[in-house]
Each structure stands twice: as structure tokens, then as C-alpha cells.
């Protein structure tokens, strides 16, 4: 069986920039993968390429079968696209909206009211009446646009940080929807700026960093790359930091210390052995802490060490 | 899949329709605007610069033209707003007929400069304006008038486009002005200087008030202008039309 989703060698540049630099990637059918980066790294021409709605300069682009290029209309008769902005009539209402876009997939008049109607339960929209999008709530918006994505089954479905300006209560909305989606066939490609994100929804994560990709795997791969989990000290008097890097039962190192905020962090692949380590020894010598933490790396983290030296090429790391 | 043009086309200028349904009010100021340009020219600023005969025969064709050539700010205001909008994202992501968009966009816009016309003839008609000519060569002329309508429709088309955000048609707006008024509409080009009557003179909206003063009978019109009134639309369609039709699909790109 085909990927559902295949990139080779991908480039697109807007003047001097190249927004994608030779970019690879392929996801599996019935899987979600997430494309992790910072702003401009390139995750949004990708997902307009793949939707037909951006031609790459260069590369193989196929989503579902199809040539993203050659054969743009089958492309777009089998993916759903939640973009980074809410892709709806703001005037009209939503049932409005999803008969309209259930027309234009040529559904049928009939067929695509019935389905609006379905979409609308689902998504808890079906009170919303007459009501004008523009008046909806950011939770409420994005949960219509994903019922527009979703009017065809479609076997591929882009989201494009899907979850960007919503509050805790609309991104957990968002992130149910997604969730009931899986195990449904559909394939979904996420991007995101959020390691959370990726780390809830997705089987596999790409990061991506100034147009290529940098590391695919799953988020414990991941974050085995950027050394696991992490503790973090935090010390009453900053003068005592010095002391603490050398008694505390950790590789000096790899200890990094940031005397603005008294902190020391360093990596904890034995989590709670360390932290029991770390405690004892802070109270042998009479050095007080005022917190310590045990977490997972930051996507800034993950991201720093994938990027190394950016002054290379960064260098494809498969796990 | 050509078969669904028709189909997507008339889902598209449902879609304009139902914008009306929404906002009533906003149908209505389109409406009631030209009839406000009728009166202030025919009553409070009464021109009528170099006319002979009777002002509203001269004024109100050249209203008709100036309303057609004006409906270019709508058009551009309603595309620009569109783009603006995640919603042309949704519609270039689907497998709907290419320029279903546009053709909802320019039904929609010919809909609104029909009934347009028709309010202000009615207005007209209360004010004491007849048309002297046949009831065809009436027709004739609305038809030329709405034929100036569809070429300025491809050209507001295009602009937004090329602008690509609302804010742009007020730059717009300072050239649509201009190009209205520096015509025929309000005042005999015989009244001007020499070189600014030329440029009226070659003015589309100065061939189509001509034809349409001719076609409606009025006394003391210029004959022989309604091929002008014809070729200059088309000529101009013939330009715009395939420019905003590739504009738009290479959208992006």
C-alpha cells in the first residue's frame, strides 16, 4: 500500500528565501503526523502545496494517489483543509456555510443538506441557528471549519496549527474532534508550534527547520534526542550556584546554569533516582532550594539540539 | 467536470443572494446613491454646461453610464474582501468548476446594476425624464449600459486582484472619480477647452451616454455612436477578462 502522502525534493522559494529547501517527507495512510517548527520554517507552504493551493518550484508532491500538480482536481476531491484562518463565509450562518461547500463538492442538494445537519450535531453546532459566523467564538469558528473540511470523508485532511489563537477550552474542543477522527481511515497531517500539540494527536512528528526536514520519528524518539527528561533547580541565594553544579550527583557537563533566574538544568533519564539524588545532597550541604522540578524537554530544546550548529547543514537525523 | 460550471456558478451567485438577504441595508445604499447623484445634478448643482434642450434628457443617460462605471468600486470592494477572507482558501481547495467564483461574483454585481437601473429610471420617469425613442431601441440601450457594466466588472475584477486588500479600493476610488466625471455624463464636452473635451470625447463612458442619449430618443443627441458604445466594452473586455481570469488561478503562486 502507497503512502498517503509523499514529498520528494520539494522546493519553493518567495525571492531570496527559500521556504522549502529539498524537503522529503512521507506519511502513512490512516496515520497522524505532525510537522513541528518555529514561524518560517516552512510548515505552511508545505500544507499549501499539498492542497493544491501553492505550486512547488521543484519536486514530487502526492497526496492520495494523485500529483499534487498534474492532477490538482483529484487531489482536491479527497482532502479536507483546515487552514491557519477560518476558511467560511463570516456572513452567512453555519448551516449556510455547509451546504454551500457540500454543493460546491458536488454532494447534491439534498445530500449535502443531510450531511450539514450531521456535521452540525457533531460538532455541537446544530443550536446555531441563523446565526452569522462573525458573531461566533474562536472555539466555535474553528470547530464549523473543521465540520467544512470534513463534509466529503475526506481520505486525507491538512490542519494547519489548528489550535493558534484559541484558549485552553477551544484547543481541547479541537483536539477531541481530531482525536475522533482517528481510527476512522482518515490520514491527517498537523503542523504545529506546540511539542504538546504534536505529542497529544500525533503517531510521528517531522520537525522542520528553514525549509527541511531535520527529524522524524515518534515524540519519545524525539525527545530521546534532546536527552529525556530534564531537572530543573531553582536556588534561594545565586551565589551558591557554583557549588551546587559540583556537589549535586549530576555530569557538571552537561549542567547548564542560568544565573539570572538561579536555575540549574540538567538532564534526568533516571527521573525520580535523580531527583531523590538531587534532594539529598541540596540538604546534606545546606544549600536551599526554593523549587525543583522534574519535566520533559521543551520544544525549544528538542529544537536546539536538532539545530545544533547553524552554521552546517543540518543533517537528517532518522530514528 | 465542465459539467458542473453551470451547477458551481449558480451555487456561487446563491451565495451573493444570500449576502443580500443578510444585509439589506447595504443593497439598499448601492440603490438609493445614484438617485442621490440624479437629484443633486439635475436640481441642486443644475449644470447642464453647453446643453441644448431639455437637462434631464442629457443627465439622465449620462447617469445611467456613470452608475455602470461606478458599480466597478462595488465589484472590487466585494473581490478584495473575498481575498481577504480564509473562505477563497476553502474554494481553491475543492473540486469545484474554475470560475464558478467569478461567475457568481459578476451575476450577482449585473443583478444588482439591473435592478439598479430599473430604480433609477423609475425615479427618472416620477422627475418628468421619457424616453422618446421605440420601446426596442429602449431595450438597446439598457442593454449597452449593462454591457459597459460587465466590461468595468472584469476591470474591478482584476484591480482587486492585483491589490488584493480592501484598503486599496480607496486608491481606487480616487481614479474611478476622475474617469467618471472627466466625460460626457454631466456636461457637453463642446463647453470644455479643447484638449479636455478630447479626452471626454474618448472617454467608453462618453460612447455609451452618447448612444444611449441617441437610443433614447433625446432631443439634440449625436447619432452614429452606438458601435463605439459597443466595440469600446468589448475591446476593453477583451483585455481584462482573460488578465483576471489567469490573475486569479495563479492566485499564490
Redesign the interface.
Known amino acids: 500500500m502507497t503512502d498517503a502522502i509523499v514529498v520528494e525534493g520539494v522546493r519553493k522559494r518567495y525571492g531570496d528565501t527559500h521556504a522549502l529547501d529539498g524537503l522529503d517527507l512521507r506519511v502513512g495512510r490512516g496515520t497522524v503526523h505532525a510537522l513541528l517548527g518555529p514561524n518560517g520554517a516552512g510548515k505552511t507552504t508545505l500544507v499549501?502545496i499539498l492542497?493544491?493551493?501553492?505550486?512547488p518550484d521543484g519536486g514530487l508532491v502526492e497526496v492520495a494517489g494523485h500529483d499534487a500538480v498534474t492532477r490538482a482536481?483529484e487531489v482536491?476531491?479527497r482532502?479536507g483543509?483546515l487552514?491557519?484562518?477560518?476558511?467560511?463565509?463570516?456572513?452567512?450562518g453555519g448551516r449556510?456555510n455547509l451546504e454551500?461547500?457540500g454543493?460546491?463538492?458536488?454532494l447534491g442538494a439534498r445530500h449535502a443538506r443531510v450531511r450539514a445537519g450531521e456535521l452540525l450535531e457533531r460538532f455541537g453546532l446544530a443550536d446555531t441557528g441563523r446565526k452569522?459566523v462573525k458573531r461566533y467564538s474562536g472555539g466555535m469558528r474553528r470547530r464549523l471549519d473543521l465540520a467544512?473540511s470534513l463534509l466529503t470523508d475526506p481520505e486525507v485532511l491538512f490542519l494547519d496549527e489548528p489550535t493558534t489563537g484559541l484558549d485552553p477550552r477551544g484547543r481541547a474542543e479541537v483536539w477531541a474532534a481530531v482525536r475522533s477522527l482517528v481510527g476512522g481511515g482518515t490520514t491527517v497531517l498537523l503542523t504545529t508550534q506546540y511539542l504538546e500539540e504534536a505529542d497529544q494527536l500525533a503517531d510521528r512528528i517531522a520537525v522542520l527547520d528553514r525549509g527541511r526536514l531535520v527529524a522524524d520519528g515518534t515524540a519519545d524518539e524525539l525527545k530521546a534526542l534532546a536527552g529525556g527528561d530534564r531537572i530543573d533547580v531553582v536556588l534561594r541565594d545565586g551565589g551558591q550556584l557554583g557549588a551546587a553544579v559540583a556537589l549535586l550527583p549530576l555530569a557538571p557537563a552537561e549542567v547548564s546554569v542560568d544565573v539570572d533566574r538561579r536555575l540549574l538544568s540538567a538532564p534526568a533519564a533516571g527521573r525520580m533516582k535523580v531527583l531523590t539524588g538531587v534532594l539529598r545532597a541540596l540538604e546534606d550541604a545546606g544549600v536551599e532550594a526554593e523549587d525543583v522540578a522534574l519535566r520533559r524537554p521543551t520544544l525549544d530544546e528538542v529544537f536546539l539540539h536538532l539545530t545544533d550548529d547553524p552554521a552546517a547543514t543540518p543533517a537528517k537525523e532518522t530514528v | 467536470m465542465t459539467s458542473y460550471a453551470l451547477n458551481d456558478s449558480w451555487t456561487m451567485t446563491r451565495r451573493e443572494l444570500a449576502h443580500w438577504a443578510r444585509q439589506p441595508a447595504q443593497v439598499l445604499v448601492a440603490l438609493v446613491f445614484p438617485v442621490m447623484l440624479l437629484l443633486m445634478f439635475g436640481y441642486l448643482i443644475g449644470g447642464g454646461r453647453g446643453v441644448d434642450g431639455e437637462y434631464l434628457d442629457f443627465l439622465v443617460p449620462g447617469m445611467f453610464a456613470l452608475t455602470m462605471v461606478f458599480g466597478l468600486e462595488g465589484t472590487m470592494l466585494a473581490v478584495t474582501q473575498d481575498l481577504d477572507k480564509g473562505v477563497i482558501d476553502r474554494f481553491r481547495s475543492m473540486p469545484m468548476a474554475d470560475g464558478a467564483v467569478l461567475v457568481g461574483r459578476s451575476a450577482a454585481d449585473m443583478l444588482q446594476s439591473a435592478l439598479g437601473l430599473a430604480v433609477l429610471t423609475a425615479v427618472a420617469y416620477v422627475l418628468g425624464w421619457r424616453a422618446h425613442g421605440t420601446f426596442g431601441a429602449f431595450l438597446g440601450a439598457l442593454g449597452l449600459l449593462l454591457l459597459l457594466r460587465f466590461a468595468m466588472l472584469w476591470i474591478g475584477i482584476l484591480l482587486a486582484l492585483v491589490a488584493g486588500k480592501p484598503e486599496m479600493v480607496q486608491a481606487v476610488q480616487i481614479l474611478v472619480w476622475p474617469v467618471g466625471f472627466l466625460s460626457n455624463a454631466l456636461a457637453a464636452p463642446q463647453s470644455m477647452p479643447d484638449w479636455l473635451g478630447t479626452v471626454v470625447e474618448w472617454n467608453p463612458l462618453s460612447q455609451t451616454a452618447t448612444a444611449v442619449r441617441d437610443l433614447f430618443g433625446a432631443p439634440g443627441a449625436e447619432t452614429g455612436h452606438v458601435w463605439a458604445a459597443v466595440a469600446w466594452p468589448l475591446a476593453l473586455l477583451a483585455v481584462f477578462f482573460p488578465l483576471a481570469v489567469r490573475k486569479f488561478g495563479a492566485l499564490d503562486e
Do not use: K, P, V
Not at chain 1, 487552514?83 to 452567512?92: N, P, S, V
Open positions: 499549501r492542497s493544491t493551493l501553492l505550486r482536481r482536491r476531491r482532502i483543509l487552514g491557519q484562518h477560518a476558511a467560511l463565509d463570516e456572513e452567512l449556510q454551500m461547500f454543493r460546491l463538492y458536488h452569522a467544512a
